[in-house]
Nanobody
């Protein structure tokens, strides 16, 4: 089993910054990609940024390109999402997900393991 624990969410004004962290523990045998997704009430969970830790390849949704930076510290088994120039439309519950790659990178069902989520609220 793999456990993911997110932290770092909060409330900021537009233009502000936050850094989300996701501590990952357990048997990583079935994990070769991980990422951050977000969800607002009434909408489907959507991908924000994904990384393949093995080679460092990183992908971003167009809506966060050049504002968010995803990184993975394999010495701490922690996934980070540095968010800057935040906008009100970034407001959502942010989830850390991990799994074995199959299907497209934004295919939510391919991520077997999820954290409990951390709320990000951006006010205008």
């Amino acid at each position: 089993q793999v456990q993911l624990v997110e932290s770092g969410g909060g409330s900021v004004q537009a233009g502000g910054s936050l850094r989300l962290s996701c501590e990952i523990s357990g048997n990583m045998y079935n994990v070769d990609r991980m990422g951050w997704f977000r969800q607002v009430p009434g909408k489907e969970r959507e991908g924000v940024a994904v990384i393949y830790p093995g080679d460092g390849d990183t992908y971003y949704d167009d809506s966060v390109q050049r504002r968010f930076t995803l990184s993975y510290d394999n010495t701490k088994n922690t996934l980070y999402l540095q968010m800057k120039s935040l906008k009100p439309e970034d407001t959502a519950m942010y989830y850390c997900g991990a799994g074995r790659a199959h299907g497209g990178i934004w295919y939510v069902e391919s991520y077997t393991y999820w954290g409990q989520g951390t709320q990000v609220t951006v006010s205008s």
